[in-house]
């Protein structure tokens, strides 16, 4: 077996897979810098999965809800409610000893003249008290007028830190739907302004927006420091993004990182009516038992099905506004906020350039399957650990960039891995089709893939199996050369179809025999059945192919080292041992003895050991007889007629 067996080399992998992995990676991280509408939707939903995989909390019991709710507008009659409605539930509140009170109703045009003290008696409830705070909505309408500077001056956070440098965007609106003025001097004026994202959930509050060039407070925000006994001049906003405030006589400053709109990251609690709630209805009535509110941030807000205040959230698809503003008061209060500041994200920019290329790398594991089985993987520990890093320190984890960017990276990792394979597949036919001319096809696969030296040296069971054609010497005296070179070609092809058929190797062809062997490219327990099989079968096939020719067949199985011969280029992989020096023995034993097939005794009792003993039928037992070369005698068994091996 004579060939080139420098083996074949590895690909080498290049650079333009990382590089376009890395390329993706920054385009999806730079889209989510941008706060891309398709990832955001992505991220969005990923994050309902995360509520979703922690449940439902219990709401704080620091804040109710009183709800302006069907029943309510069904005993009042209309809608807006009669603002002297409003002030007796600012009475009730007072009396059972309420903390701020949040008041979630536009009341921008005067009552009307049905009711014309209404507006009066609302005035004198929320003078009595300074921790009221009344809704406004700012606006992105420029066709209606913007208030005054003094009223700006009046309802801005006074302490707004804006850097020359690295300053970030809030959300910017022209102009305002404000309380009539009777009202804005009288109490705290707060936006509740809620911002959906581009799946159509409010995942942020803001705690300030701009208009005009005036930082404006949230209505929730307000409330909380209302609750703390602190007016807006304490708090304190850095375009930055941070946000100071008071915390209550026992707590130091609260700091609280914002995103990049100036953002804060909302905790849901659950769905409708996780939050304590009565109904307006009863509070008027007196059946709310004052424990119910002592003490608590109350916020009085429409829940009604014909007011259509309601917004698409984890827990609910349809949570009213008003439970929401208070999910925002109770986060700001109990700092049960998610965490999610703009360093943050950028961050995650980082990180998802460096999944993309962990990915692409992933992706180069040997087998698509496995290199999808790793990143498949890759993003459920991502995904895991948003989770965890959810439920505590409750951060948000960006998980929708950073999975679009393992996916790319794994698509483009598995498809330059399958390309890659597809060309040394190519090559390694090239090389197989180029080995199979010169060494047997059961080899050319293994030597393909591996060196020689992958054989050399190798000690192993091994059946050895030497033929040769007798007749052929003088056959050969009456033919030309190109006759006799056709007449051995076809006599080769008869030796290859039965041996291959077998599932043997010609280590050599020999002129007018052969050196045949079992064990190439690995052992098998059935070598010496196959070996003996295939003796029999090129013996009948033989005689019916050149019946006046006498194939002599010697089978020997033993102990043998498998070699690589040869010089530096030109080398041959073989077996050396004394079974080979036995089986070319046993063939010249059999001309001695006049005898078609020999094989050794060794070979007979491995055929026993398999059961195999329907293959030792049509040979006899020999008396042991001296060979060349050896001092022990050599026990055989021998067949002298086709007809007995048939």
């Known amino acids: 077996?004579?060939?080139?067996?420098?083996?074949?080399?590895?690909?080498?992998?290049?650079?333009?897979?990382?590089?376009?992995?890395?390329?993706?990676?920054?385009?999806?991280?730079?889209?989510?810098?941008?706060?891309?509408?398709?990832?955001?939707?992505?991220?969005?939903?990923?994050?309902?999965?995360?509520?979703?995989?922690?449940?439902?909390?219990?709401?704080?019991?620091?804040?109710?809800?009183?709800?302006?709710?069907?029943?309510?507008?069904?005993?009042?009659?209309?809608?807006?409610?009669?603002?002297?409605?409003?002030?007796?539930?600012?009475?009730?509140?007072?009396?059972?000893?309420?903390?701020?009170?949040?008041?979630?109703?536009?009341?921008?045009?005067?009552?009307?003249?049905?009711?014309?003290?209404?507006?009066?008696?609302?005035?004198?409830?929320?003078?009595?008290?300074?921790?009221?705070?009344?809704?406004?909505?700012?606006?992105?309408?420029?066709?209606?007028?913007?208030?005054?500077?003094?009223?700006?001056?009046?309802?801005?956070?006074?302490?707004?830190?804006?850097?020359?440098?690295?300053?970030?965007?809030?959300?910017?609106?022209?102009?305002?739907?404000?309380?009539?003025?009777?009202?804005?001097?009288?109490?705290?004026?707060?936006?509740?302004?809620?911002?959906?994202?581009?799946?159509?959930?409010?995942?942020?509050?803001?705690?300030?927006?701009?208009?005009?060039?005036?930082?404006?407070?949230?209505?929730?925000?307000?409330?909380?420091?209302?609750?703390?006994?602190?007016?807006?001049?304490?708090?304190?906003?850095?375009?930055?993004?941070?946000?100071?405030?008071?915390?209550?006589?026992?707590?130091?400053?609260?700091?609280?990182?914002?995103?990049?709109?100036?953002?804060?990251?909302?905790?849901?609690?659950?769905?409708?009516?996780?939050?304590?709630?009565?109904?307006?209805?009863?509070?008027?009535?007196?059946?709310?038992?004052?424990?119910?509110?002592?003490?608590?941030?109350?916020?009085?807000?429409?829940?009604?099905?014909?007011?259509?205040?309601?917004?698409?959230?984890?827990?609910?698809?349809?949570?009213?506004?008003?439970?929401?503003?208070?999910?925002?008061?109770?986060?700001?209060?109990?700092?049960?906020?998610?965490?999610?500041?703009?360093d943050q994200i950028l961050l995650e920019t980082a990180v998802v350039v460096g999944l993309a290329l962990l990915a692409w790398l992933l992706g180069q594991a040997p087998g698509p399957r496995l290199g999808l089985w790793l990143n498949l993987a890759l993003l459920l520990a991502w995904f895991l650990l948003a989770q965890a890093l959810f439920i505590w320190p409750l951060r948000w984890l960006a998980v929708g960039a950073p999975g679009i960017a393992i996916i790319l990276g794994a698509a483009l990792g598995v498809a330059s891995r399958m390309v890659r394979e597809r060309r040394l597949r190519a090559e390694a036919e090239r090389q197989r089709g180029n080995l199979a001319r010169y060494v047997p096809p059961s080899l050319a696969d293994a030597l393909a893939e591996r060196a020689g030296d992958a054989f050399d040296g190798r000690e192993q069971m091994a059946a050895i199996l030497f033929v040769d054609l007798q007749g052929f010497t003088s056959a050969s005296e009456i033919r030309s050369p190109s006759e006799t070179a056709h007449f051995l070609k076809d006599f080769h092809a008869q030796l290859e179809m039965v041996v291959s058929r077998h599932g043997g190797v010609i280590a050599q062809f020999l002129g007018d025999g052969a050196f045949i062997l079992w064990g190439l490219p690995q052992p098998t327990p059935d070598d010496p059945a196959r070996a003996v099989a295939c003796a029999r079968d090129m013996l009948c096939r033989l005689g019916n192919w050149q019946p006046d020719m006498t194939a002599r067949i010697g089978v020997h199985f033993g102990p043998v080292a498998m070699a690589q011969l040869g010089g530096q280029n030109q080398l041959q992989l073989t077996a050396a041992g004394d079974t080979v020096n036995v089986a070319s023995r046993l063939e010249a034993i059999a001309k001695e003895v006049g005898a078609i097939l020999t094989l050794s005794d060794d070979m007979a009792n491995a055929l026993r050991a398999l059961g195999r003993h329907d293959l030792l039928a049509g040979l006899a037992a020999q008396p042991a007889r001296r060979v060349r070369g050896r001092d022990q005698l050599l026990g055989f068994w021998s067949a002298s007629r086709i007809a007995d091996l048939a």
Do not use: Y
């Open 1 to 342: 077996m004579a060939s080139d067996m420098a083996g074949k080399g590895r690909a080498p992998r290049g650079w333009l897979g990382p590089v376009l992995a890395g390329l993706l990676g920054g385009l999806v991280a730079l889209l989510h810098l941008a706060g891309n509408p398709v990832l955001e939707r992505i991220e969005g939903i990923t994050l309902d999965w995360r509520f979703g995989l922690r449940g439902p909390l219990a709401a704080p019991d620091n804040l109710a809800i009183i709800r302006i709710d069907d029943r309510t507008l069904a005993a009042r009659g209309r809608w807006p409610l009669p603002r002297a409605t409003i002030a007796g539930a600012i009475d009730r509140l007072q009396a059972a000893g309420a903390g701020a009170i949040g008041i979630d109703i536009l009341m921008v045009e005067p009552e009307n003249a049905a009711a014309p003290d209404g507006d009066a008696v609302l005035r004198r409830a929320l003078a009595q008290r300074d921790n009221t705070v009344l809704a406004m909505a700012a606006l992105p309408d420029d066709t209606l007028p913007t208030p005054d500077e003094a009223v700006m001056g009046q309802l801005a956070l006074p302490a707004v830190a804006r850097p020359a440098t690295g300053a970030l965007t809030p959300p910017q609106f022209q102009t305002l739907l404000l309380p009539i003025p009777e009202f804005v001097d009288v109490a705290r004026i707060g936006h509740v302004n809620l911002l959906r994202d581009a799946g159509g959930t409010p995942r942020e509050h803001f705690p300030a927006v701009e208009v005009g060039g005036q930082m404006l407070p949230s209505f929730p925000l307000l409330l909380a420091a209302a609750q703390r006994g602190f007016g807006r001049d304490s708090l304190a906003l850095s375009l930055k993004g941070e946000l100071r405030l008071p915390g209550d006589a026992a707590a130091a400053m609260q700091r609280i990182g914002l995103g990049p709109r100036l953002g804060i990251p909302l905790n849901f609690f659950g769905g409708r009516g996780t939050i304590d709630s009565h109904s307006m209805t009863d509070l008027i009535d007196g059946k709310v038992p004052p424990a119910a509110l002592a003490g608590r941030i109350v916020l009085i807000g429409g829940t009604a099905t014909a007011l259509g205040d309601d917004f698409v959230t984890p827990f609910d698809p349809a949570l009213p506004g008003v439970e929401i503003l208070a999910t925002a008061v109770a986060n700001l209060m109990d700092d049960s906020f998610l965490r999610r500041s703009a």
